[in-house]
């Protein structure tokens, strides 16, 4: 087997319950499930999806280098002589028993994440930090459902020495299987709020479907939980009937056993002091935010627990830098100047659209700029979702934003509970904003951009950071 590889052909059959149809291969390099990202020497899964089947795209994946590809019978005679194939009942049930053989076989410190709000840049973070310590496998993006979890697990390579698992849910009983998929050392809950509200009813009802995380626990694992949150004492009871043998807590209580004293901005990051299982600990991390260093206290108690020293691990978090659409920014060049963008257009709850008002409201413009949210619907809230969005005025007040941008139905109750000389321009879709917020924003002006993905807010950081490169262009064939 190369020493690279990530299986051998031998290993696949076995773990994959397959038979072979065409040549055998040696070995694969990686694992993927998409044709546009598919890298050379790796195992392309043709799974079926809602709108789309990946036996549609096999023979796409052999031209773009896939080692070979793994299909259901049905589908055995249509493609043979495509190139190397395994052959299966079920494509999806053969990556989640890949996924199950990545980790029978590995000795990593394996941990997994959820919670309402924060897994992925907790996630990131961890994933900067323990790579000075190891070589470390992480979740690519939010690949946290039923597929994204058997995927990340069957990349996890033999000589890794920590997996990092972000693990995500739209109803109870999904992460269930999820983290028995897992099977963490460590499992961290970053926090309960109201997202997909109308699946659940109540707090306390998603509070328990993010618990079934400590079910997949090793034996002698460590939970780890937001003391904060009003369901810190319910998520802990269920983290008392799995393996834990350890329940620690992090939050701005002084009784956490990591407890967040101070942020303070500092530049693109934030100077943090909080004391750690009895330790004072002053360190820098390269994002803003009160909500980041809160998560920052999860990974160091993370690193506690998987035998590394706090204070090293730490001094690495100065190197996390914000995920695109979740808290990125840029400066955008204006023929008049600069302005300051905030990307936090990936998604979108009550907990992380305060949190990233916060961020806007920690900066400071220039002289005579402005701070501008430019927001989009909270979606998945169910019948209060009106009201959660207009509870939000309090958080434009108190973040001094100067002018509020609104897309969407639900923001319309926002929009219309702020005073008026902060409507900038409201109306029902994103792009109906477009060229309104085009033609407000000048130098020296910070907006931060917020939204659900159904809002698609995320287009119109793309138009800001297009439409100013092409003014800048025209404006200087012009000169």
Sequence with gaps: MNAAALWNGFNLITALSARVGGSMVDAVNGISIDTRTLEPGDLFFAIKGENSDGHDYVRRAFEAGAAAAVIDEAHADALKGAGPLFIVKDVLASMEALGRAARKRSKAGIVAITGSVGKTSTKEMMRVALSNFGETHASAASYNNHWGVPLTLSRLAASARFGIFEIGMNHAGEITPLTAMVRPHVAIVTTIAPVHLEHFGSLDAIADAKAEIFSGLEPHGVAILHRDVEQYERLRNAAKESN????????????????????????????????????????????????????????????????????????????????????????????DGSFTLIDESYNANPASMRAALGL?????????????????????????????????????????????????PLTKSL?????????????????????????????????????????????????????????????????
């Design 244 to 335: 834990a043998d350890q329940i620690l807590s992090f939050g701005a209580q002084e009784r956490s056993d990591a407890h967040l004293v101070s942020v303070e901005p500092d530049g693109e990051g934030s100077l943090v002091e909080a004391w750690i299982l009895g330790a004072e600990l002053k360190y820098k991390i390269g994002a803003p935010g009160r909500h980041i260093a809160m998560n920052s206290l999860a990974v160091l108690l993370t690193a506690r627990a998987l035998g590394l020293d706090v204070a090293d691990v730490a001094a690495s978090l100065r190197e996390f830098r914000p995920p695109p659409g979740r808290g990125a920014r840029m400066t955008i060049d204006t023929r």
């Design 415 to 479: 929009y219309d509970a702020i005073p008026a000389e902060k409507r900038a321009k409201w109306a029902a879709t994103s792009s109906e904003i477009r060229d309104a917020l085009l033609n407000e924003v000048r130098a020296g002006d910070v907006v931060m951009i917020k939204g659900s993905n159904g809002s698609r807010m995320g287009p119109l950081v793309k138009e800001l950071r297009e439409h100013h490169a092409k003014a800048d262009a025209e404006h200087e064939i012009q000169g």
């Design 360 to 408: 806007l409201g920690a900066t400071s413009p220039r002289e005579g700029a402005r701070r501008i949210a430019v927001i989009g619907d909270m979606l998945e809230l169910g019948p209060t979702g009106a009201e959660l969005h207009r509870d939000l005025d309090e958080a434009v007040a108190s973040n001094r934003v100067d002018l509020l941008f609104g897309a969407g």
